[in-house]
């Protein structure tokens, strides 16, 4: 779940006049269903401007591919999820990174 400082970020943006967007990201495989669910959950709650969902792409030698990455299939079902659990106000749906199967679950932000 996002920190209370994020929150408060994303209240004083919009209190400014903007519009926020935002995606349920970086998701790994350390990521549970309950934990996705809760940040879509919290995404959906302030009605961004777009949202969506993104993975890390591991890069091997750094320290973040030992902790492995999402397969593309696992990132269109949870941006296919993303799109579903979002107001039907928020129009656009982004997937990182651009892929054939995200365009398949719904994403028309690449």
């Known amino acids: 779940m996002p920190g209370n400082l994020r929150k408060e970020s994303i209240r004083n ?3 400014a006049g ?10 790994g495989p350390e990521h549970t269903n ?7 959950k ?6 961004p401007s777009y949202s969506g ?7 091997p030698g750094t320290p ?3 902790q492995g ?3 593309e299939l696992r990132m269109a079902q949870i941006v296919a999820v993303t799109r579903l659990g979002m ?3 928020v129009m656009g749906n982004c997937t990182h990174e651009p892929c054939t199967l995200g365009a398949i679950a719904g994403a028309n932000l690449f």
């Not at 903007?18 to 998701?27: D, F, K, R």
């Not at 969902?53 to 890069?59: F, L, S, W």
Request: with cysteine; charged share 15%.
């Open 13 to 15: 943006f919009q209190e």
């Open 18 to 27: 903007l519009t926020v967007g935002t995606c349920v990201e970086p998701i």
């Open 34 to 40: 309950e934990a996705l669910a809760e940040m879509i």
């Open 42 to 47: 919290f995404t959906a709650s302030f009605n």
């Open 53 to 59: 969902a993104g993975r890390p792409i591991a890069i």
């Open 64 to 66: 973040m591919a030992g």
């Open 69 to 71: 990455m999402i397969s």
């Open 87 to 89: 107001p039907r106000t």
